[in-house]
């Protein structure tokens, strides 16, 4: 099996091959794709150095699985063209998600969704995964009517540019400035651009991603994401009101079960889901179960995952095992 990561120099490309390293992925041969300015570069994996190759050399090697984390004009420009010479495309940017001929996949929850003909499969928004693994097995039990989130998404989110912005800020430093004001000791109601709705794009990927995934388009969705000065992860207070009521016990047991979910639970004790408890971890992290006693059939639920964990290169290495274990690659 030749395993290539497309984009392998970035945040995301580095933690890509942390978690494959980790998960000790069965592969026989490791293809290191990133831009023309990087060829050449060494990257080391497992102790063994690795030459960085461009795209075209990587394209004429037919690996059998690519994970991209290269940005959305490089997937919509060479992502078809891996898929043409035979190779499976797991793709981290959003060129591919709400295309209506593609896959967006969290394995536990639609993984079994996957064929033979899956050649570009896309990886959900960071901020997306982890809701939808801690809402799915509360939408199998209870039904879901409508979603409330508020995002704190960390600046890891951003890339590298933007912790260095922060980090300049914090040392009294001039930094380069990535987004349109000061982060540090500050937090700002927008990620990625505005909408015509008034929306910005990235609470409108969490919209209507969320929808794709579940398959329901009844299912109503509001978000509000805001950039947070922090590492470690992303957190959402998650609002969801199902179509029945619901046990908050077995809620708990419920979410205890799930597979990649962990609950951290018991606020008399100060026991919560943190990003700083987050980072580098695989799972989603549930805590701060409440009934919301506002409205009927509604739980108030605090999620903490790592973004660039389950949130992108974790999730995108699980595809990569998913079809590797049912023989789809
Ligand atoms: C962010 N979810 O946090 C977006 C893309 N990684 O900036």
């Not at 898929?83 to 639609?110: F, Q, Y």
């Not at 039990?141 to 600046?155: E, H």
């Not at 922060?166 to 937090?187: C, F, L, S």
């Not at 015509?196 to 990235?202: L, V």
Request: hydrophobic share 40%; charged share 25%.
């Amino acid at each position: 099996m030749k395993l290539a990561v497309v984009g392998a120099t970035g945040l995301v490309g580095s933690e890509i091959l942390e978690v494959l390293d980790e998960h000790n992925f069965p592969f026989d041969e490791l293809l290191l794709v990133a831009s023309e300015r990087s060829v050449g570069k060494q990257i080391e994996y497992k102790g063994k150095p690795y030459t960085v190759i461009g795209l075209d050399q990587a394209v004429s090697l037919k690996p059998e699985i690519a994970i991209f984390s290269a940005g959305g004009s490089t997937s919509m420009e060479w992502a078809p063209k891996f898929a043409e010479a035979g190779t499976i495309v797991v793709d981290n940017s959003s060129a591919w998600r709400m295309d209506p001929t593609k896959k967006l996949v969290v394995p536990e929850i639609n993984g079994k969704e996957l064929s033979k003909d899956d050649k570009i499969i896309a990886n959900p928004n960071c901020s997306t995964i982890q809701m939808v693994l801690a809402l799915e097995p509360l939408r199998e039990r209870y039904g879901i009517k409508r979603v409330v989130v508020s995002t704190y998404q960390s600046v890891t989110g951003s890339g590298k540019a933007a912790v260095d912005q922060m980090m300049a800020e914090r040392a009294g430093e001039t930094p380069q400035m990535v987004y349109p004001h000061k982060i540090d000791m500050n937090v700002l109601p927008h990620i990625d651009v505005f909408q015509p709705n008034g929306y910005t794009k990235e609470e409108m990927k969490m919209i209507n991603e969320t929808k794709k995934i579940f398959s329901d388009d009844t299912i109503k969705v509001t978000a509000t994401t805001v950039r947070i000065p922090t590492m470690g992860g992303h957190s959402e207070a998650v609002n969801v009101e199902f179509k029945e009521d619901f046990d908050l016990e077995e809620v708990k047991k419920l979410l205890s079960e799930t597979p990649g979910v962990i609950l951290q639970d018991d606020p008399a004790n100060f026991v919560y889901p943190m990003p700083i408890n987050a980072h580098k971890k695989d799972e989603v992290f549930v805590g701060r179960l409440r009934r919301d006693e506002s409205q009927a059939n509604t739980l108030n639920m605090w999620v903490v995952a790592d973004n660039l964990r389950k949130g992108a290169a974790t999730n995108a290495v699980q595809i990569a095992e998913y079809l590797v274990a049912n023989q789809l690659v």
